[in-house]
């Protein structure tokens, strides 16, 4: 496995929107995705923080997919 990059949390809307996820709700400071194949995960925006490279590991197994194929959509 290579080295996962830390991200910030617009980083990955931007690749979620990318891969055709839209934001169906937010609730306080997470912002939920979901895709037409029924697909979804939480995206947690706390001023300050990036996304760690564990959460990406666990947002990436959410929409199953690997991390390697979540991040080439950066």
Do not use: C, W
């Not at 400071?29 to 990036?50: A, L």
């Amino acid at each position: 496995m290579g080295n996962i990059p830390v991200l910030k949390s617009g980083e990955i809307v931007a690749i979620l929107k990318r891969m055709g996820f839209a934001e169906i709700r937010q609730r306080g400071s997470h912002k939920q995705f979901r895709d037409k194949k029924g697909r979804g995960t939480t995206v947690p925006f706390h001023s300050g923080r990036d996304i760690s490279p564990l959460l990406l590991r666990q947002i990436a197994k959410d929409i199953g997919v690997t991390v390697e194929e979540l991040i080439s959509y950066r």
